[in-house]
């Protein structure tokens, strides 16, 4: 074989399986695709995805938000717990799940209260839940609306960060809580997990997904971000468009994301 310096190297992709094969002077390496890259044993609410500054980044957070909430933090020589896990771990990666969780508490983040005041409640709906990951799962939000207002009322959560609320004599899910579960699609057959986001509310054609682009925000196998390169050079919305064989509703949804 000839030495590396000397081999020419061609890449051909498989938009079907969103993999690509590696052709190395007649050597063909075809790696896994990134949802075979780990065991099916490993849950996918478990599967370490992000880095914190990658959450921030997806999720639209000021620098540093998504650590605090994730795994705490110290101000002032005060020890502050972390809402998301349970006790600190000082891992650098963000698993699915907390990446989930994560973007519940987002859509709280403008609600004028510390966020350190859900830890209490999320403690408890994991006992009452028995799962590790109860905002990723969809019974909070659907037949376990009774459950979460109980949980609310026991650790007296400030109303502007509650989850269901009670309206006309029904429980109701709050502003917040039905823009992350109609934004969020989960699996029957995974426990309903939540299994993919779409993160704008007005379009479901971003999508972030964890077995697809790395779990990089993207639209129909495009990732958002270069499409966002491709306009800041000044390329044109319909040139994008015809580049990436989309339409240019779907481009200006990507712009729409990345500018948020």
Excluded: C
Aim: avoid cysteine; proline fraction near 6%.
């Amino acid at each position: 074989m000839p030495p590396l310096h000397e081999r020419s190297i061609e890449t051909t992709h498989h938009p079907n399986d969103h993999t690509a094969t590696l052709r190395i002077t007649g050597v063909s390496v075809r790696p896994r695709r990134y949802d075979e890259a780990m065991p099916n044993t490993v849950d996918l609410l478990d599967r370490p995805t992000y880095g914190y500054g990658e959450v921030d980044r997806l999720l639209h957070l000021r620098a540093g938000t998504s650590k605090r909430w994730i795994d705490g933090y110290t101000r002032g020589g005060k020890q502050y717990a972390p809402v998301v896990r349970e006790h600190p771990t000082d891992s650098p990666y963000v698993t699915w799940g907390e990446f989930v969780e994560t973007r519940y508490l987002s859509e709280f983040r403008n609600a004028g209260v510390s966020m350190q005041q859900m830890r209490p409640a999320v403690a408890l709906l994991r006992q009452r839940f028995q799962t590790k990951y109860p905002l990723a799962h969809a019974r909070p939000f659907t037949d376990g609306r009774d459950l979460v207002l109980k949980v609310q009322e026991e650790v007296g959560l400030d109303h502007r960060l509650s989850l269901v609320v009670v309206a006309s004599g029904q429980l109701k899910l709050s502003t917040g809580a039905q823009t992350f579960y109609s934004t969020t699609e989960f699996d029957p057959d995974r426990d309903n997990t939540a299994v993919l986001i779409r993160p704008l509310a007005t379009s479901a054609s971003v999508t972030i997904d964890p077995y697809r682009n790395s779990g990089s925000p993207a639209v129909r196998g495009v990732r958002t971000e270069v499409i966002f390169e491709q306009f800041k050079t000044g390329e044109e919305i319909e040139a994008i468009a015809d580049t990436f064989d989309l339409t240019v509703s779907e481009v200006e949804d990507a712009l729409r994301y990345e500018a948020a």
